[in-house]
């Protein structure tokens, strides 16, 4: 018999690898607390669609449907596909619904073993001869709950789900204190596309943050109460969002996403002569960098608005924090139906609404949408049971773009990449 391979979620990641474990002979067990696939497809904002060109975002042995001729797809396309690739390769049986991980054990070594270890699995090899994973699992719909035990483990719960990002305010100055409703980014794409339009009509709207959720929902806030209710977006920091993948005619990828730019940036554990050659290029690093900030800048009219971020583009995506800009967006910034306004410290509440540090008069408001982000990482800690794999598994709160190790307490970090 192979060797069993647990692997967390059901979304396209969770499903790429239950394809290539059965490829390599393994047996997998795909554990999805939801009762369908798809991952964070399956409940999304009306107006989301696709933020990569459909060809980037593909299966290499699975191709778009040629019905699919949109460049960036919406929600139902994206779903739709992701369930044809696993009725396609029949992975639909290796996958156990409304299942949830509860926590993840590895027996076999003591903790000061596993903290002196060096390499993957003590040994460099994926599969350990000293131990197994075990895994408690709980049926969402009996509440029973059962265990299993596994040789290898792939997390693909991916990081913008299930643990929303709450920004904390001091005593008596929190939602608490509001007369209004606040709800989280997560709770709106909840809604039935009717039910949310329903539940913003008529009300004066503030939205938090800059990101993709907040400048979708900011747009249907938009669309369903025009100049009568204007949507508020309060933002902390100004970010380089596109209008589209082409600037100044160029292919982005053509300038981020190659084997070719990948000797432009600085890696973990990269050796001399890549440090040296990403040092030397630097000069081609700036350039890519400001050729597509003046087209953003210009297209967008971004100075007009005062919304030039400070930082590069290149720090923008080497964070992984490009999104695109909803069509129209700024012509509603114009029209009035959409109103910008920065805080650039904190912000609390009160009775009214909202208080902006620094200023006197409240920014009053009856909803309050939090659009602040996920927290991915503590949702990767808290599914571990042992301190030492939650030391692991999540990087530096500093770093650019969050890193952790393989589990098993491989020393080097490696880079993750949701499907």
Same mark, same amino acid.
Not at 49 to 65: A, G
Not at 376 to 398: C, E, M, R, W
């Given at each position: ?16 690898? !239950? ?78 619904? $409304? ?158 996403? $190659? ?90 509440? !009160? ?59 491989? $020393? ?8």
């Amino acid at each position: 018999m192979g060797k069993k391979v647990a692997i967390i979620g059901a979304g396209a990641s969770g499903l790429l690898a !239950c394809k290539y474990t059965l490829s390599k002979g393994f047996q997998p067990i795909v554990f999805e607390s939801a009762s369908t696939i798809g991952g964070v497809w399956t409940k999304t904002i009306e107006t989301t669609k696709l933020q990569t060109p459909r060809e980037v975002y593909q299966f290499s042995d699975f191709p778009w449907p040629s019905s699919v001729t949109e460049d960036f797809p919406n929600q139902h396309q994206v779903l739709d596909y992701i369930k044809s690739y696993a009725h396609h390769f029949d992975l639909l049986k290796h996958i156990k619904f $409304n299942t949830e991980v509860c926590g993840i054990e590895y027996e076999g070594s003591s903790e000061d073993e596993m903290q002196a270890r060096s390499l993957w699995g003590g040994s460099g090899e994926p599969f350990s001869s000293k131990g197994k994973w075990k895994f408690v699992v709980e049926d969402k719909q009996s509440l029973s709950t059962e265990i299993y035990v596994v040789d290898f483990v792939i997390l693909c719960i991916g990081r913008f789900s299930d643990v929303p990002n709450i920004p904390e305010f001091p005593s008596n100055k929190g939602p608490e204190v509001f007369d209004g409703e606040v709800i989280h980014s997560m709770d709106y794409a909840a809604m039935d596309y009717d039910s949310a339009r329903r539940f913003v009509r008529g009300k004066q709207v503030t939205v938090v943050g800059f990101q993709k959720s907040a400048l979708d929902i900011a747009m249907e806030c938009s669309n369903t109460n025009g100049l009568e209710h204007p949507c508020r977006v309060l933002y902390k920091t100004e970010h380089w969002n596109v209008p589209d993948y082409l600037p100044w005619g160029v292919p982005l990828a053509c300038l981020y996403l $190659n084997r070719f730019s990948e000797l432009l940036v600085h890696k973990p554990g990269e050796g001399i002569l890549l440090s040296l050659l990403a040092t030397i290029l630097s000069p081609l690093r700036w350039a890519f960098s400001k050729f597509v900030e003046s087209y953003i800048t210009k297209k967008l009219g971004l100075a007009k608005y005062g919304m030039v971020p400070k930082h590069s583009f290149l720090q923008e995506i080497s964070s992984c924090l490009i999104s695109t800009v909803p069509e129209k967006f700024y012509d509603r910034v114009q029209e009035g139906s959409i109103i910008l306004k920065k805080s650039p410290s904190s912000f609390s509440f !009160c009775q009214e609404g909202i208080l902006v540090e620094g200023e006197s008069s409240p920014v009053k408001t009856d909803l309050v949408i939090l659009a602040t982000g996920y927290r991915g990482d503590k949702k990767l800690k808290d599914i571990f049971v042992s301190p030492t794999f939650q030391d692991y598994i999540a990087g530096s709160p500093n770093a650019t773009l969050p890193l952790y190790r393989p589990l098993q307490g491989m $020393n080097n970090p490696c880079r993750r990449v949701d499907g």
